[in-house]
């Protein structure tokens, strides 16, 4: 049987029924949700990454801040550890016999009546194997010539190593006396202290020499000079670092 013969119009519009509907046999062989999932995947790992970028930006920034924290705690460490060292430095073995010492010293260059030197523990100052001691003196209507003498002694004699002075009182009697006064080197008439070139034997003050921090009593008129014969008060406290171990 043969098929009647189709016009050009005809065969225009089937073919475009063909094409429709190969166009929506290839529709249905993609669908478009496909599309959809994949671009919200992007997204989603857009989003983490962002996420992802900032959480590292945050720990690095914490990171570098517990590192400054370290270096500067280190630091201090470092300078804790130096401060011990100096201090360990300065520790001397212990003496009981310093206070006697320090009094004996008194009696050389000259105090009348050498003062009763007591000492105690601080306590709370003991650190790294030492202890800080105390040591007190006071002196009464004495002339501050020999109490400066004194003081220079307990610092330069073998027999008080490391006493420190750490408090000084020193005022005049009632009555007129003298004060020290300082001279300047290489003006004549200097008188050193114990313990410094031409320094004078136990039991007084040898003049003559020039050198520096040197002390002689002010004569009227002089820098330095003051009133009393009668004596100064003086109080002195000394401290010394001790080994414990």
Not at 143 to 166: C, H, K, M, R
Request: charged residues 15%; aromatic residues 4%; proline residues 9%.
């Amino acid at each position: 049987m043969m098929e009647p013969m189709q016009t050009p119009a005809q065969r225009d519009e089937a073919r475009l029924e063909l094409g429709m509907a190969a166009s929506a046999a290839e529709r249905a062989n993609q669908p478009r949700w496909m599309i959809f999932v994949g671009v919200l995947l992007l997204l989603g790992a857009c989003a983490f990454t962002l996420w992802a970028w900032g959480q590292r930006s945050s720990a690095l920034a914490a990171a570098n801040a517990e590192r400054a924290k370290t270096k500067r705690l280190v630091d201090i460490r470092n300078q804790l550890e130096a401060e011990s060292a100096k201090l360990a430095a300065r520790a001397t073995p212990p003496d009981p016999r310093t206070g006697q010492h320090s009094e004996q010293l008194a009696a050389d260059v000259g105090i009348g009546t050498p003062p009763t030197v007591t000492d105690q523990v601080l306590s709370g100052m003991s650190v790294g194997g030492m202890q800080q001691r105390k040591y007190t003196a006071r002196l009464m209507s004495e002339d501050p010539l020999n109490v400066f003498n004194w003081l220079t002694a307990t610092q330069t004699s073998p027999l008080t190593p490391g006493l420190e002075i750490s408090r000084l009182v020193l005022r005049p009697g009632s009555t007129p006396v003298m004060r020290p006064a300082i001279v300047p080197p290489g003006m004549p008439g200097a008188t050193p202290l114990p313990g410094t070139a031409g320094a004078a034997p136990p039991g007084g003050v040898q003049a003559g020499g020039a050198q520096a921090g040197v002390v002689q009593p002010a004569s009227a008129g002089s820098v330095g000079a003051g009133t009393s014969s009668g004596g100064w008060y003086a109080e002195v406290e000394f401290t010394r670092w001790e080994k414990t171990k």
